[in-house]
């Protein structure tokens, strides 16, 4: 059973920045398949896909983050990262880090991820 473990979560104020780093157990990626991602949940509201990388390091991100996250990988560390700027409050959230393997990311959709960490909380004060 693959493991996820996220860390880099805190308290920031808006317009700073925070970087979330996710270790894997075990390899996600095969040469051509496999996805990680990053999603978030805030009180009250469903979980939504934060980004997602596959295989080949194409990435994607949901229009609220677009030019304001950043979603990388370290395969030789199996790990998961996500560079967080320009924090608006609403970007309060617990995040979670995700991985599904034999997938291409097609989507950001939490159903289509079947290993998920704990996850890590971000708060962003005016």
């Known amino acids: 059973q693959v493991q996820l473990m996220e860390s880099g979560g805190g308290s920031v104020q808006a317009g700073g920045s925070l970087r979330l780093s996710c270790a894997a157990s075990e390899y996600i990626y095969s040469t051509y398949t496999g996805c990680m991602g990053w999603f978030r949940q805030a009180p009250g509201k469903e979980r939504e896909g934060v980004a997602s990388i596959n295989s080949v390091g194409l990435t994607r991100y949901a229009d609220f983050v677009k030019g304001r996250f950043t979603i990388s990988k370290d395969n030789a560390k199996n790990s998961l990262y996500l560079q967080m700027n320009s924090l608006k409050p609403e970007d309060t959230a617990m995040y979670y880090c995700?991985?599904?393997?034999?997938?291409?990311?097609?989507?950001?959709?939490?159903?289509?991820?079947?290993?998920w960490g704990q996850g890590t909380q971000v708060t962003v004060s005016l």
């Open positions: 995700a991985a599904q393997r034999r997938t291409n990311c097609y989507t950001l959709a939490p159903l289509d991820f079947g290993y």
